[in-house]
């Protein structure tokens, strides 16, 4: 399974931006980067995603590396509904399935 | 968009006790179906997935096995539990679409808590 690194933890404050850092040094050229977030006692929510162009949409943007092997989730005004863990995950296409595989994530702390 | 419903929502059971969940999708056809397993302040566990009828991809080797009946039904069961298999079972679906599978969508999650 392709891997990824993230910071165990992260803090921020309100109305700032947050950077999310993604290291995923062994990333296949097919493999899509995808990110997630998990409220507690909730399952996890979509957050973004991309292949290897920087994305952005209503929620974060995702920021690419050229080399792809590093991808950054970009909060541009962090709320206090944002804190949650944050799941940077890679595809894995095996006999037909797309398996994500979550790792331990970035819990991200908002402080007022 | 596609809707996840599973249950029992929270469930208690004792050891050696048998184990059903069900997932059921609604919006979609022929998705791919997973089960995934989380236990207290740890990230998610994939333990099933599924390509489509019967057909059932063991994750993780364990006391616990996964059925897919029909098209947007995926069940987890156990004919025995343990303890460690308390935890929040979340049950996932998305499309696959060539080279991108699309978005996953996840079920509320049912908590079970084995004494």
């Known amino acids: 399974d392709a891997k990824t690194t993230q910071p165990n933890s992260m803090e921020s404050n309100e109305e700032e931006p947050v950077h999310l850092p993604c290291n995923h040094s062994?990333?296949?050229?097919?493999?899509?980067i995808h990110w997630y977030r998990q409220l507690p006692s909730q399952g996890p929510e979509y957050v973004i995603h991309g292949l290897t162009s920087n994305v952005n949409n209503r929620m974060a943007s995702l920021a690419i590396a050229e080399d792809r092997k590093s991808s950054t989730l970009i909060l541009h005004r962090a709320t206090l509904r944002d804190a949650a863990v944050y799941y940077c995950i890679l595809s894995d296409i095996i006999q037909g399935a797309q398996k994500l595989v979550f790792g331990q994530g970035t819990r991200l702390t908002i402080n007022p | 968009s596609q809707t996840i419903h599973q249950w029992p929502a929270t469930l208690v059971q004792p050891v050696g006790s048998p184990l059903s969940l069900e997932c059921t999708v609604e919006g979609t056809s022929n998705p791919n179906l997973y089960w995934y397993r989380q236990a207290a302040g740890r990230g998610l566990q994939l333990l099933f997935y599924?390509?489509?009828?019967?057909?059932i991809s063991s994750e993780v080797p364990q006391n616990l096995s996964a059925s897919r009946p029909q098209d947007r039904q995926f069940i987890l069961s156990s004919k025995k539990l343990l303890l460690s298999d308390s935890g929040f079972y979340l049950c996932?679906?998305?499309?696959?679409?060539?080279?991108?599978?699309?978005?996953?969508?996840f079920g509320e999650g049912s908590r079970l808590t084995v004494l």
């Open positions: 599924s390509v489509g009828i019967g057909q």
């Open positions: 996932a679906s998305t499309l696959w679409k060539g080279g991108f599978a699309g978005e996953l969508f």
């Open positions: 062994t990333i296949s050229g097919t493999d899509y």
